[in-house]
């Protein structure tokens, strides 16, 4: 029987979460993403924990710019997607979608999740249920497309679809109540997104964090997971889900409250 993963989460920067992981068997312990250097070693000392590895998302500066820091305070070792090594220096374990590596004797898998960057991976925990998904997926919300294209997008995303319902998503940023005015104005008749408007005003109002959220709940309200639903509620079912996926996207890009 493996022990079970712990999670500590705590926000960083101006709207990143951090998330510090750890096998309690073995002490082994990773930094997922290393947003604010400071903020991770004040957190795991904070915790009694010692940050071994390093498990970046993908290579822009809020997730992976405090790599460094950590090495060099903690000799931690950094495992990051073996597509963006242009990008992220020193890595020491190389990682694509499908590896499967494990944190002391807890397995994760990597799952591939480009759109947002090229590279860009998730860490998925089969026994604790839980994802990190970096950049890719939000609460009510998805990852800019800057390198990949909506259809390398909607695959990304519909590769997370494929986790059990009840798995917990832990997204990089509090970014759900901006992304709640978008699904409203998207899918407005939505009963799901309707009751979950009022806690996630209920949780803001109170600075509470709407992360982790789950896949059913994503998978029910989320307007990018729905594109195609939401596309045939329209009309407009000629298209390629895809398609639906990333005219919403654009949609959002356009969007301003
Ligand atoms: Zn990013």
């Given at each position: 029987?493996?022990?079970?993963?712990?999670?500590h989460?705590?926000?960083?920067?101006?709207d990143?979460?951090?998330?510090?992981?750890?096998?309690?068997?073995?002490?082994?312990?990773?930094?997922?993403?290393?947003?604010?250097?400071?903020?991770y070693?004040?957190?795991?000392?904070?915790?009694?924990?010692?940050?071994?590895?390093?498990?970046?998302?993908?290579?822009?500066?809020?997730?992976?710019?405090?790599?460094?820091?950590?090495?060099?305070?903690?000799?931690?070792?950094?495992?990051?997607?073996?597509?963006?090594?242009?990008?992220?220096?020193?890595i020491?374990?190389?990682?694509?979608?499908?590896?499967r590596?494990?944190?002391?004797?807890i397995?994760?898998?990597v799952?591939a999740?480009?759109?947002?960057?090229?590279?860009?991976i998730s860490?998925?925990?089969?026994?604790a249920?839980?994802?990190?998904?970096?950049d890719?997926l939000?609460?009510?919300?998805?990852?800019?497309?800057?390198?990949?294209?909506?259809r390398m997008?909607?695959?990304?995303?519909?590769?997370?679809?494929?986790?059990?319902?009840?798995?917990?998503?832990?997204c990089?940023h509090?970014?759900?109540?901006?992304?709640l005015?978008?699904?409203?104005?998207?899918?407005?008749?939505?009963?799901?997104?309707?009751?979950?408007?009022?806690?996630?005003?209920?949780?803001?109002?109170?600075?509470?964090?709407?992360?982790?959220?789950?896949?059913?709940?994503?998978?029910?309200?989320?307007?990018?997971?729905?594109?195609?639903?939401i596309?045939?509620?329209l009309?407009?079912?000629?298209?390629?889900?895809?398609?639906a996926?990333?005219?919403?996207?654009?949609?959002?890009?356009?969007?301003?409250g």
């Open positions: 029987m493996p022990s079970s993963l712990q999670i989460m705590f926000p960083c920067l101006s990143n979460y951090g998330f510090i992981v750890r096998d309690p068997e073995s002490g082994a312990c990773a930094a997922i993403d290393t947003p604010d250097p400071e903020v070693l004040v957190e795991a000392r904070k915790q009694g924990w010692n940050i071994s590895e390093i498990w970046n998302t993908h290579w822009h500066a809020d997730h992976a710019g405090g790599n460094g820091a950590i090495r060099a305070a903690t000799g931690a070792q950094v495992f990051a997607p073996r597509d963006e090594n242009s990008r992220i220096p020193d020491d374990h190389e990682l694509s979608g499908g590896n590596l494990f944190l002391g004797g397995e994760a898998q799952i999740t480009p759109g947002h960057t090229l590279g860009h860490f998925y925990f089969p026994t249920k839980a994802a990190f998904v970096g890719c939000f609460a009510l919300g998805c990852g800019r497309l800057f390198e990949g294209d909506g997008m909607w695959d990304s995303l519909s590769r997370l679809a494929t986790l059990p319902d009840d798995t917990k998503i832990y990089a509090e970014y759900t109540a901006s992304n005015a978008f699904a409203l104005r998207v899918d407005p008749l939505n009963p799901a997104l309707l009751a979950r408007a009022d806690e996630i005003r209920a949780r803001r109002d109170q600075d509470l964090p709407t992360v982790p959220t789950t896949l059913a709940l994503e998978k029910a309200t989320n307007p990018f997971l729905r594109a195609p639903e596309a045939r509620a009309g407009e079912d000629q298209r390629a889900d895809w398609e996926f990333a005219e919403i996207r654009i949609m959002k890009d356009g969007f301003r």
